[in-house]
């Protein structure tokens, strides 16, 4: 694929947040994952994991979930109920767990670099996220990546059955043909600054 190309698939890619009620073939939620599976990763060792929900029943659960509690976050229901909307509309989520496997070795050696190496792990992840979401894009699946459910790290865990820190949950779904709204992007010269 060409720069532009790919340059193409990371500008039109937008957030969906709602889903046609179409299931999503096993093979193409595969390729999904591979493309998680090959980001980059802090000395290689791939921190994520990544439990893939298609199971109506536990998708609702955590639709529920986040409903019931939705009011006590301490900023109001409205964006809890929007965030579950989300989810239940999805025919299937990636919940995205850190494994921790790096920081725990790395805890017995070194504190300084145990600060460092939590944060390379949740950089490791989101490099493995944001190659999943681009390249659902280009196999014509909507994606949401959400932190919001993370709030509810406990009961999510218990209803997908699974331990350890969540840092995610990306929806996936095939969307309509209207036009995805695209949030705007601060200007070049507000994000970029050069040293030459
Ligand atoms: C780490 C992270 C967390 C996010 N959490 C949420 C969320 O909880 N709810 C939501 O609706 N969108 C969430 N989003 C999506 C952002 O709102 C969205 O990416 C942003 O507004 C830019 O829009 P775009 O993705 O359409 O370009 C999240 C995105 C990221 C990267």
């Known amino acids: 694929m060409k720069d532009a190309e790919i340059l193409s698939v990371i500008r039109t890619r937008a957030s969906t947040r709602k889903y046609l009620d179409k299931?999503?073939?096993?093979?193409?939620?595969?390729?999904?994952?591979?493309?998680?599976?090959?980001g980059p990763?802090?000395?290689g060792a791939q921190p994520g994991r990544f439990i893939v929900v298609k199971n109506r029943e536990m998708i609702k659960a955590i639709d529920a979930v986040m409903k019931?509690?939705?009011g006590k976050v301490g900023f109001g229901s409205g964006m809890m109920t929007y965030v579950a909307k989300i989810i239940e509309s999805a025919p299937a989520l990636i919940v995205v767990y850190?494994?921790?496997c790096v920081s725990e070795r790395v805890?017995?050696?070194?504190e300084l670099y145990y600060e460092n190496i939590k944060l390379?792990?949740?950089e490791a992840i989101a490099a493995a996220i944001q190659n999943m979401v681009l390249i659902a894009e280009t196999l014509g699946v909507g994606t949401c990546w959400l932190d919001i459910p993370v709030l509810f790290e406990r009961e999510i865990n218990d209803i997908v059955?699974?331990?350890?820190?969540?840092?995610?949950?990306v929806t996936m779904g095939y969307v309509s043909d209207e036009p995805t709204q695209r949030?705007?992007?601060k200007d070049y010269s507000k994000t970029v600054e050069m040293r030459e």
């Open 183 to 185: 949030s705007p992007r």
């Open 23 to 38: 299931l999503i073939s096993q093979d193409i939620i595969d390729k999904i994952l591979e493309a998680g599976i090959f």
């Open 120 to 122: 390379a792990e949740f």
């Open 41 to 43: 990763s802090v000395v």
């Open 68 to 70: 019931t509690n939705a």
């Open 98 to 100: 850190n494994t921790r």
């Open 107 to 110: 805890k017995k050696i070194s």
């Open 161 to 169: 059955r699974a331990e350890g820190r969540m840092v995610a949950i």
